[in-house]
């Protein structure tokens, strides 16, 4: 069966450049969340997405953006990198949305390092 | 507000025993809980979920939980665990009348011994 797609995997970057994280859901899927997983912690919710529409937000920092586009891929955009930003972000899935006791589907995640 | 609370960071069984994962949930209303296992530098893989009805839940790999409303638990079980099952388990709700974004647990580290 299909899953969630996450580019790239792994990403290095120094202090103050830009991301771009990459999240393709499973196909019908219309909602996208984000998640940032700190080492040893449960993972943080960001953002979401619903039929391309920022649906719910979480603590993401003023320096993220994301969206979903119409073919429903997600990205989460990161400028200004800081050392605390490192950590796996994730990207979970489900459909439809308005049943909400669906499960999410969760990506590989992408490990991203700032030096 | 919904929050959820996974006593133990660690979780020690030997191979063959059986286990349990501890997780107290709060919400305003009613509940929806589910039980996530993650691998190192893997994803969250969904195990089982609690809606309605039975409040034994069968999931994944074997593994079961167990829903009471009077002690706001849904502890995660298995009869048998395998050294194949050690992995970071999370729990997480939401409540069915308030936001569709489920809150995670902290986290339970599992570790079965040979």
């Known amino acids: 069966a299909a899953g969630v797609i996450q580019s790239p995997r792994h990403l290095i970057k120094e202090k103050r450049e830009t991301a771009t994280l990459k999240c393709y859901p499973i196909?019908?899927?219309?909602?996208v969340y984000w998640y940032q997983q700190g080492p040893g912690q449960d993972p943080q919710f960001l953002i979401s997405?619903?039929?391309?529409?920022?649906?719910d937000k979480g603590s993401i920092p003023d320096r993220f953006s994301a969206q979903q586009f119409s073919d429903y891929h997600s990205e989460l955009n990161m400028s200004s990198l800081e050392l605390g930003d490192s950590a796996l972000y994730f990207c979970?899935?489900?459909?439809?949305?308005?049943?909400?006791?669906?499960?999410?589907?969760f990506g590989p995640g992408t490990r991203l390092t700032v030096l | 507000a919904q929050s959820v609370a996974q006593p133990e960071d660690q979780v020690n069984v030997a191979e063959g025993n059986p286990l349990t994962v501890k997780c107290t949930y709060s919400v305003s209303g009613n509940p929806y809980l589910f039980w996530y296992v993650q691998y190192p530098n893997r994803g969250l893989q969904f195990l089982l979920k609690?809606?309605?009805?039975?409040?034994l839940v069968k999931g994944s790999y074997g593994f079961e939980a167990e829903f009471n409303k009077s002690q706001t638990s849904f502890h995660l079980k298995k009869p048998s665990a395998l050294v194949s099952d050690s992995a970071l388990y999370f729990c997480a709700v939401r409540d069915k009348a308030g936001s569709y974004i489920p809150t995670f647990g902290r986290g339970t580290s599992l570790i079965v011994h040979p």
């Open positions: 609690y809606i309605t009805g039975d409040n």
């Open positions: 997405f619903y039929e391309k529409m920022q649906s």
């Open positions: 979970a899935s489900s459909s439809p949305s308005v049943l909400s006791y669906n499960e999410q589907f």
């Open positions: 196909p019908r899927h219309d909602t």
